[in-house]
């Protein structure tokens, strides 16, 4: 189990760095990114150990993966000056 964990958090350490190199601009703070991605693999990784059992590592693995690339896309904002389209802006009249 130990190893799971380990490997989880690490692999969500690899996917915060990759993300926060690749959308360097996306990303208000980069420490943050650094510390969502390991502990959301770790949470991840943790859930679903307790729910597959033991003996499914790359199961955990992948789903750790998931979890933390979702949390990460919680942190980006959007490009400046894009809109999204079908949405009215917040105090338009």
Known sequence: ???EVLGSALLG???ALVASHR???RFRDRSLVLATGPAAAFGGGVITRVVLGPGHALPTLAIAALVAAALLSLLVRPRRGARTAGRPRV???
């Open 1 to 3: 189990m130990f190893w």
């Open 13 to 15: 350490l690899v996917v």
């Open 23 to 25: 959308y360097a601009d």
């Open 91 to 93: 105090g338009a009249a």
